[in-house]
């Protein structure tokens, strides 16, 4: 079955940086595009960014453009969130997600990682 696995996540103070990798297996790695979704507490799931299954990478939400950076692996069947530059409002929990074709939204995807909890201190 298809299992994707975050890992990476923890605490870290304001400024630092974290990356995310993601594992996936019980797909083909390469034929599939790959998002990274968060959701903060009480809050909506919101799309970060995505990367197609040739690698090229969707706009970023705003908030995070010029800071996170997406990438893939397809040797390793990993996908990566690099964070740089943390805010406190960056503390969500990160979920990376799998689907043929890229898209923006949560409902457009069929596969989910179980999240991986990112708190940024001041």
């Known amino acids: 079955q298809v299992q994707l696995v975050e890992s990476g996540g923890g605490l870290v103070h304001s400024g630092g940086p974290l990356r995310l990798p993601c594992a996936a297996s019980?797909?083909?790695?390469?034929?599939?595009?790959m998002a990274w979704f968060r959701q903060a507490s009480g809050q909506d799931r919101e799309f970060v960014g995505a990367?197609?299954?040739?690698?090229?990478?969707?706009p970023y939400e705003d908030s995070v453009k010029g800071r996170f950076t997406i990438s893939r692996d397809n040797a390793k069947n990993t996908v990566y969130l690099q964070m740089n530059s943390l805010k406190p409002e960056d503390t969500a929990v990160y979920y990376c997600?799998?689907?043929?074709?890229?898209?923006?939204?949560?409902?457009?995807?069929?596969?989910w990682g179980q999240g991986t909890q990112v708190t940024v201190s001041s």
């Open positions: 997600a799998a689907r043929p074709l890229v898209s923006t939204t949560v409902s457009g995807y069929d596969y």
């Open positions: 019980g797909l083909t790695f390469s034929s599939y595009a």
């Open positions: 990367i197609t299954r040739g690698g090229v990478r969707t």
